[in-house]
């Protein structure tokens, strides 16, 4: 993994999603605002496409950190930094193990893994961070976090086939492109 | 070459740097918010210059799209607008002179009882613009250029001003029109840094201020509709004070308050304003206006108000950060 470009391409997402990102908000009536997680595209096509699952889950690592970061509110005076790091650790290992299930390269299963990847980051955030506010009340509104994390795990997915079709483009800057060598064992 | 820098060191393999990192995230997780705060600082300046410019273009089209979903004002509507701008330039003139008059009463009663103690609460206004938003959608926050340097602390609170000629662009007003500048409260200051500061929006799940409900109903009737069932009641001097009552924001775009009780005879567009105790806003500020007035079914005999926001918080851009120069008093 080229770990510069990642690290540049890391902040230009969040960049974005801090500050464009409120463009592309949809305003509902029932959840709120929902905004789409712009750097889950580039965790899911990290963990798609690198070679080692320990890279990607360190990738993913600090681009969780970043969003830890660089969000606060929503529960409390202010939420703790950590739990997206975990989660996006944890959605990572997720679609790194089940990527070979299907054609990682076609649209369909990239909105899959999308989805698969934001509903486990995104609840292991409410989750823990839930944990930490603790209360009766703040439990009551956990099933309307929840139903939250299903809407932005839907948007984020739907925009996943172009993000993905975006990053196949820029893939050089970010992963080791070059033929991988054969297993000494099959050589013949 | 990375793979064989950490080959030397034989403790440091990516599976080890991992399993530490992770061991980290559950550390700062456990620690609480005071890390978090502090961590936040550190590394925020990184992304407030370069955001000004993408939160100026969201803004803007925040703004536009707020501007087509508006309602188009008749001309007669149009009309009573422009009456009601004469009224009030006229008030402010009048305001103005009794102003006048006031400061030079109060710079005489200075000299006399100056050494005493403040006569009332003094502020500086800290003009700010905000450059980001919240990464995350489960909190209604943003991010302001103006940090300790320019003198602003962790519980200040945050106004803004709503120009109605903003929305009056779009509807095809005739120019010329006064521009009404009403202060509301838009949020306030939960962490703050040395070039910037992170502001917690009225509407944010986590934010809860003391507030009084104001009345603005007839002071000789009121009209209570109860199921259907109309009737009319007359105020008295116990009915028509000021409702003390707790706030919160919903998580979404409105703000709550529960548990006011049936006798005060809440209605629609009544003001929710700021208590006038605060160390940070000793004054009766705008909050938002009652939009909805709804039982309570576990407590019978109780309502609860959705408040609908004084500010247009989608669009926020440029803000005024209230930083006391009076001596610090006790928060209610």
């Known amino acids: 993994m080229h770990w510069v470009g990642v690290i540049i391409l890391g902040y230009v997402l969040v960049l974005i999603q801090t500050s464009l990102g409120a463009v592309l908000t949809i305003d509902t009536r029932m959840l709120g605002p929902i905004r789409p997680d712009l750097v889950a595209h580039l965790a899911v096509f990290l963990a798609l496409q690198s070679r080692s699952g320990v890279e990607a889950a360190l990738a993913a690592w600090g681009l969780g950190l970043a969003l830890d970061l660089t969000s606060s509110g929503g529960m409390s005076d202010s939420t703790v930094v950590g739990p997206m790091a975990l989660g996006y650790v944890l959605a990572t290992a997720a679609v790194f193990r089940i990527r070979d299930l299907f054609y990682k390269d076609r649209p369909l299963p990239q909105v899959f893994f999308a989805a698969v990847f934001c509903l486990i980051a995104h609840g292991t955030w409410i989750t823990l961070q839930q944990l930490r506010v603790g209360g009766d009340e703040g439990m009551a509104g956990y099933g309307q976090l929840w139903l939250k994390v299903v809407a932005l795990a839907i948007y984020s997915s739907a925009l996943m086939p172009p993000a993905g079709w975006l990053y196949q483009r820029i893939a050089p800057v970010v992963l080791d492109t070059t033929p991988s060598r054969t297993h000494p064992s099959r050589k013949r | ?332």
């Open chain 2, 1 to 332: 070459m990375a793979r064989s820098r950490t080959a030397r060191i034989p403790f440091l393999t990516p599976n080890w740097l991992l399993a530490i990192l992770v061991v980290l995230a559950l550390i700062t997780t456990v620690v609480g918010p005071g890390l978090a705060r502090r961590l936040r600082g550190a590394t925020r300046w990184a992304l407030a210059p370069l955001g000004d410019a993408g939160t100026l273009v969201s803004t803007a089209a925040r703004k536009r799209t707020s501007q087509i979903a508006a309602e188009k004002l008749t001309p007669r509507q149009v009309e009573d607008l422009r009456r009601q701008n004469e009224q009030m330039r006229r008030t402010v003139q009048v305001f103005a002179r009794r102003f006048q008059r006031y400061r030079r009463a109060k710079a005489s009663t200075r000299r006399l009882y100056g050494q005493i103690e403040p006569l009332e609460f003094e502020f500086d206004l800290v003009a700010a613009r905000v450059v980001g938003t919240g990464s995350l959608p489960y909190g209604s926050t943003r991010m302001i250029n103006q940090g300790k340097a320019a003198g602003v602390q962790v519980g200040a609170r945050v106004t803004t001003r709503r120009l109605l000629t903003d929305r009056m662009k779009a509807l095809r007003i005739p120019p010329k029109l006064a521009a009404l500048a009403p202060q509301a409260m838009v949020g306030w200051v939960t962490e703050a840094w040395a070039l910037g500061a992170e502001l917690q929006l009225v509407t944010d799940d986590g934010f809860r201020i003391a507030a009084i409900v104001n009345r603005r109903v007839d002071q000789r009737t009121i009209k209570v509709i109860e199921r259907g069932n109309a009737s009319i009641q007359r105020l008295s001097r116990e009915t028509y004070e000021d409702v003390p009552v707790i706030a919160t924001g919903n998580g979404k775009d409105r703000m709550i308050v529960r548990d006011v009780s049936v006798d005060f005879n809440v209605r629609p567009d009544d003001l929710l304003l700021t208590r006038a105790e605060s160390y940070f806003l000793p004054e009766r500020f705008p909050l938002g206006i009652v939009e909805k007035v709804t039982p309570q079914p576990k407590t019978p005999g109780f309502v609860q108000l959705v408040v609908k926001p004084a500010a247009d918080l989608d669009a926020l851009r440029r803000v005024y950060v209230i930083v006391p120069t009076s001596p610090a008093r006790q928060e209610p």
